[in-house]
C-alpha cells in the first residue's frame, strides 16, 4: 500500500500500513515500524534480534468526524552490542501514553478556546486525558518560572474554593506573571519562593504589599535593599473600613428615629467616590442630608476623601507635607477612629511615600484574582492542587471569560 498520503493526513512517517479497517465513526489504522525504525532503544545500534512484539493502540488525530486509532506492531529486541532486551521507541507517542504527540497537540490547541470538559465531549475522550496531556504541557512549561531578571513584584493572599482556602501569589509587574503560589496566607508560605529567588541572584528593586506586619517582616528580611511600597487600594480600604465603623456607632448612638433613618442605608453611598453617585437614584442628594446631620461622620467622609490627594501630588516632598497636613487634621478632629487611623498611616509613612520612587501597587494583582475566580468558575473547581497552581502560572498567556 502507498505510504504518500500517511505523513500529510496523520503527521506520521517511518512507518507502513498494513491494513486500513474504516468501521462506523471510527479509522482503525493498522501499522508497524519499517525496518531502519527497528534499532536499539539505549545505544541505537541496528544489530539487533527480534524476540517478540506487542500491539499498542494509539489515539490520533480525527479524520473529518471519526476517531482515528493508530494499531502499531511494535517490536521487541535483544541488542548485540549492549545485550539489553527492550521494545524499540515510537517516535510519534510518549512512553505509557495512549495517545500520539499530534493528539497531544491539537488538545492543547483547542484548550485555548474551550475548556476541558468541552475539548473531551469533541474529541470523544474522558477529563482526564486532556486535564493530563495540559498538565504535562504546563508542568514542562511553566513549573519554575524564571526570577534572574526579575525587578519589581507584588504580593498579596487570594481566598479561592470553598472553606476559606487562602493562597498567597507573587506577581512580576513588569511582565504580568504569576512567580510564585503559596498555600495559605502566612509569611511562611513564602519560603519556598525566598530560596528560589536567592538561588536567581535576582535584584528586586521594590516590593509592593499591604499593609500586613508578617510581609513587613518577611521583605525586610529577605530583600533588605528593596524599597517597600504599601499598596494605595489597601490604605484607602482600610480608612473606609474606620468610616463604616463610625457610621455604625453614630447609628448606635442616635436616639434621634430621623437620624437612624437617615444613617440607614448610607454605607455605600460614603465609601463610593462622589462622581460614582448616581444622581437617578438620589445618592447624591441622601448622602447631603446624611452628612448635614452627622457632623463627626461629614468630618470623616471629607478626610476620606482629602486622603486620595496624597498620591496626586507633583512629587514626594509636597506629597509628604500633604500626609503630615492629613494627620494633623485627623488628630485634632476629636474623632477616635480617625486618630487611630492617622498613627497608623504617620508609622507606614515611608511605605507609603514610596509609590513617587516607584509607582507601583497591587493593583495587577487584583485583577489576576478577577481571572482566576473566571478560570475557577469555568471549570467548576479543579480537583487537582497541582494542576490549578500549574493554570495559575501560565494565567498572564491566557485569556478567560464567562460564556453561556
Not at 181 to 200: I, M, N, Q, Y
Not at 246 to 275: C, F, H, I, M, S
Not at 310 to 316: A, L, P, S
Amino acid at each position: 500500500m502507498s505510504q504518500q498520503w500517511l505523513y500529510p493526513i496523520f503527521r506520521i512517517h517511518g512507518y507502513r500500513v498494513m491494513e486500513c479497517e474504516p468501521d462506523e465513526h471510527r479509522l482503525l489504522l493498522h501499522i508497524e515500524p519499517q525496518p531502519h525504525r527497528v534499532c536499539c532503544p539505549e545505544c541505537g545500534s541496528r544489530e539487533v534480534i527480534r524476540r517478540g512484539e506487542q500491539v499498542r493502540w494509539l489515539r490520533n488525530l480525527p479524520v473529518g468526524g471519526d476517531v482515528s486509532w493508530l494499531i502499531i506492531t511494535v517490536p521487541r529486541v535483544e541488542c548485540r552490542s549492549c545485550h539489553l532486551v527492550r521494545q524499540i521507541r515510537l517516535g510519534l507517542a510518549e512512553e505509557r501514553r495512549t495517545y500520539t504527540r499530534a493528539f497531544s497537540r491539537y488538545v492543547l490547541e483547542l484548550s485555548k478556546y474551550m475548556t476541558i470538559q468541552d475539548v473531551a465531549e469533541h474529541l470523544a475522550v474522558s477529563w482526564d486525558i486532556v486535564k493530563d496531556i495540559q498538565k504535562r504541557y504546563l508542568a514542562q512549561h511553566y513549573a519554575k518560572p524564571a526570577l534572574k531578571d526579575v525587578r519589581q513584584i507584588a504580593i498579596d493572599e487570594i481566598c479561592v474554593g470553598r472553606g476559606y482556602r487562602f493562597l498567597t501569589l507573587v506577581l512580576d509587574l513588569d511582565s504580568g506573571a504569576i512567580l510564585f503560589v503559596g498555600e495559605g496566607k502566612k509569611a511562611e508560605s513564602l519560603r519556598p519562593f525566598w530560596r528560589r529567588l536567592r538561588a536567581a541572584h535576582a535584584r528586586v528593586e521594590a516590593v509592593a504589599i499591604d499593609m500586613s506586619p508578617a510581609y513587613q517582616k518577611a521583605v525586610r528580611k529577605h530583600l533588605p535593599d528593596a524599597t517597600v511600597v504599601f499598596d494605595r487600594f489597601h490604605v484607602v480600604k482600610l480608612l473606609n473600613k474606620k468610616l463604616t465603623q463610625l457610621r455604625r456607632e453614630l447609628y448606635r448612638q442616635a436616639t434621634d428615629d430621623l437620624k437612624k433613618k437617615v444613617l440607614k442605608g448610607t454605607r455605600w453611598l460614603l465609601l463610593k467616590n462622589p462622581e460614582n453617585l448616581d444622581p437617578v437614584k438620589g445618592e447624591p442628594g441622601r448622602l447631603r442630608q446624611a452628612l448635614r446631620l452627622n457632623e463627626s461622620l461629614a468630618t470623616a467622609y471629607y478626610l476620606k476623601e482629602d486622603l486620595r490627594q496624597i498620591w496626586e501630588q507633583f512629587g514626594k516632598l509636597a506629597a509628604r507635607r500633604k500626609l503630615m497636613d492629613w494627620y494633623h487634621q485627623a488628630t485634632h478632629s476629636g474623632i477616635r477612629v480617625l486618630q487611630d487611623f492617622a498613627r497608623t498611616l504617620l508609622t507606614h509613612a515611608e511605605g507609603i511615600l514610596a509609590w513617587y520612587d516607584y509607582p507601583i501597587s497591587t493593583g495587577p494583582l487584583e485583577g489576576t484574582n478577577n481571572k482566576i475566580k473566571t478560570l475557577n468558575r469555568q471549570h467548576y473547581g479543579l480537583r487537582d492542587g497541582d494542576f490549578f497552581k500549574l493554570k495559575l502560572y501560565q494565567l498572564h498567556e491566557a485569556k478567560y471569560a464567562l460564556v453561556g
